[in-house]
């Protein structure tokens, strides 16, 4: 049962909403403008916000330029691939420190985000050695591994919280019934933390595909991401302003599209257990 | 689980890539010249049956990548796109490996690049990097708005007119300022044109002790005349102004004078992006009468790490893009005036560019008045006109830049800027080892 408002109030309020979030939204917007613009327009110092001569020629400038598709590829690839394996390990990793807790969980747990803690270049040579010598500067399987690494904490963390929040009677009882471990975990435990498990994923999903420090730098043509290809369209001398802006929407689109037809099962799941 | 096979095959595709023809990775940033070359690239592969792999990047990204491939020996890269600050410190780094066979072809004629930009590109006598496009700085001006204040623009003005023209020509009300400069902080942005203006004032970074001179009164001199010059006749926010925005700026018809890249030349007269196109007129950076000018002189060039493993196929790839045939190509297909500038004699000799290039002498004659040898008036123990080509510089200059940059904002004065870059520059310097 909704309150008792006054009429005015809700007006102002929604409204305050519909202005936080179009200012939010703003800077997609203007890319999203500036995508259509000639070059020149898309840097006038009076800026316009329509695009005065619609145009598609930067999409075809980027494309001719770049390889959309491979990039693409290798960001699904990558993003899904890493985030799944990201899961299949943090899985029983999180069951374990929820259901089966020692004294030392609570360090573990703390000793994982520690490493969130630290600036990536901070471990930049050291990697890049490895990499080097293991061979996998610029493969796809190298940064799918750099980046399940780099989540892995993320994904314990947040289904250590979603399972904390599943009563444990529940777990007991299939155990009673004769249920093995295995079947404990893909049987039970997993089916009723599914809309944590699907916002574990999506969120993982949508890190890994903004991910731009590592892809940029342990990669050079054939495993680049988006990332890497939106960055070969900026520069500091020349105008790219309006190809930048394409390349950054043909990179946004994909995840853009993801999350708009997710967000129900994401809100669901990062307000899980908020109400009992 | 499904990812396997996508692993497996994504395993299978690299090595199946790196096993067939041989492969040049080739890293280059994001400038008009360089993109051209990239289309034109696959008559290279069908000439020599080389692949190539593109990876362009934004300069400071590029920067950043390919020390990390270099200084660990990655072997990322087989071409590298640096600049005249890089080439000189990685060579004697031995992170370079030298142009001699280059160097020997009489067909590729090593005479015939321009003397001051094959000197920025040498260490000890070798060549490290060959130039693609070279460029120097001058000054872009409106004809008509100095026609209207009265004035006429001599070929190589001092800073004593520059100022009084751009004074003439600021007119407020209609939105004119007399001149736009570079204010965004940077050992690439405000300390290029900086660093090159002190040396027409008869300033310097370091004497010969590497002792930083920002006590001097040439450094006070210089940045007073930088921000006088830019409170009475240069636009609002200029703090923040770069290349591209200057270019903005000028190409709407905001700015009397520009003092910038002799690349700008080929945008502000092209009709199709600047309102000014037909009134644009050159001339030589402005000086003081001490015998040094205020422009200076860089090189996007190609250079092979010692860690690629193609040297001899990345050799052939840079003799392709940086010798007379590629100019050629290059103008066959796109004309003349698109053919990238600076680094050959003989492109200034073809009277075909000095028809479509209104801006080809002015052009080389900037370039040929730098002198990264000897950048100063008084001697110093560094090389590089609007830099010093020590790995420190870029550090202490972008530190300086935001000195600089605040004053100009006005946060700070000219004299606590000053004093604050001479004791960093101080402190950075002796903790590098310079300073005994």
């Not at chain 1, 299949?88 to 020692?102: L, N, R, S």
């Not at chain 2, 990812?3 to 041989?22: C, K």
């Not at chain 2, 940033?29 to 069908?46: C, H, I, W």
Request: net charge negative.
């Amino acid at each position: 049962m909704a309150r008792n408002v006054p009429a005015s109030t809700r007006i102002g309020f929604t409204a305050l909403a519909w202005i936080i979030a179009l200012i939010l939204f703003s800077p997609i917007l203007w890319v999203l403008l500036t995508a259509f613009k000639t070059e020149a327009e898309a840097i006038a110092n009076t800026p316009t916000f329509f695009p005065q001569n619609f145009t598609l020629e930067n999409f075809g400038a980027v494309q001719a330029r770049s390889d959309y598709i491979k990039h693409a590829t290798n960001s699904i690839i990558v993003s899904v691939g890493s985030t799944l394996i990201g899961l299949v390990i943090g899985i029983p990793a999180a069951w374990a420190m929820a259901f089966a807790p020692t004294k030392r969980t609570k360090d573990v747990l703390m000793w994982m985000l520690s490493t969130k803690m630290m600036p990536a270049v901070g471990v930049l040579i050291p990697i890049y050695l490895i990499f080097r010598d293991l061979r996998l500067l610029d493969t796809v399987h190298g940064l799918t591994i750099i980046m399940t690494l780099i989540n892995l904490p993320i994904i314990i963390w947040m289904l250590y919280t979603y399972f904390k929040e599943i009563p444990v009677d529940i777990l007991e009882a299939s155990r009673m019934d004769g249920a093995e471990l295995w079947n404990e975990i893909v049987h039970v435990l997993v089916p009723m933390a599914v809309p944590g498990i699907a916002s574990t994923l999506l969120l993982n999903v949508i890190l890994a595909w903004n991910e731009a420090f590592w892809t940029i730098t342990l990669t050079s043509g054939r495993a680049g991401t988006l990332t890497a290809f939106i960055s070969s369209f900026s520069s500091p001398q020349g105008l790219f302003l309006a190809k930048l802006s394409a390349a950054s929407l043909l990179a946004i689109a994909p995840i853009l599209l993801m999350g708009w037809f997710s967000q129900k099962q994401l809100v669901r799941g990062l307000t899980f257990g908020a109400v009992k | 689980m499904k990812l396997t096979p996508i692993l497996v095959g994504a395993f299978t595709l690299a090595l199946a890539t790196s096993a067939s023809a041989q492969t040049l990775t080739i890293a280059t940033v994001n400038n008009g010249d360089m993109v051209r070359m990239q289309a034109l690239s696959p008559a290279f592969t069908e000439e020599t049956g080389i692949e190539l792999n593109w990876v362009v990047l934004e300069e400071n990204t590029l920067r950043q990548n390919v020390t990390t491939d270099i200084a660990t020996n990655g072997g990322q890269y087989d071409v590298m796109t640096i600049g005249t600050y890089e080439a000189p410190i990685w060579a004697k780094q031995g992170w370079l490996t030298p142009l001699d066979a280059l160097s020997a072809d009489a067909e590729y004629d090593v005479d015939d690049i321009l003397p001051p930009i094959r000197e920025g590109l040498s260490f000890e006598g070798k060549l490290y990097a060959a130039p693609f496009y070279g460029e120097s700085s001058f000054i872009m001006y409106r004809k008509d708005l100095m026609e209207k204040a009265g004035l006429e623009m001599p070929e190589a003005p001092t800073w004593e007119f520059i100022g009084e023209a751009a004074r003439a020509m600021t007119d407020r009300s209609a939105d004119i300022n007399g001149i736009c400069l570079r204010g965004k902080a940077g050992w690439g942005e405000n300390m290029a044109f900086l660093t090159a203006m002190s040396n027409s004032f008869g300033a310097r970074w370091f004497d010969e002790n590497w002792a930083p001179q920002f006590n001097t009164p040439e450094w006070k001199s210089t940045l007073d005349t930088y921000l006088s010059l830019m409170a009475d006749a240069g636009p609002s926010g200029a703090s923040s102004n770069g290349f591209n925005e200057n270019l903005t700026l000028f190409q709407q018809g905001k700015c009397g004078m520009w003092i910038d890249a002799t690349v700008a030349a080929s945008f502000v007269t092209n009709p199709d992006d600047s309102t000014v196109a037909d009134q644009v007129g050159f001339a030589l950076a402005p000086d003081n009468g001490l015998g040094k000018r205020g422009n200076w002189l860089w090189a996007w060039s190609l250079a092979i790490p010692n860690s690629s493993q193609n040297k001899e196929a990345a050799e052939q790839f840079i003799n392709w893009a940086t010798n007379k045939d590629y100019l050629a190509l290059v103008a066959e297909q796109e004309g003349w005036a698109n053919v990238p500038p600076g680094t050959r004699t003989s492109l200034y000799e073809n009277p075909d560019y000095q028809a479509a290039a209104p801006f080809a002498k002015m052009t080389l004659d900037s370039i040929n008045a730098a002198n990264p040898a000897e950048p100063t008036v008084q001697p110093v123990p560094y090389t590089g006109v609007q830099f010093v080509a020590i790995p420190e510089f870029a550090g202490i200059a972008t530190n300086v830049g935001q000195l600089f940059s605040a004053a100009l904002a006005g946060q700070i004065s000219a004299d606590d800027a000053l004093a604050q870059a001479q004791d960093a520059a101080t402190r950075d310097m002796t903790r590098a080892g310079y300073i005994k």
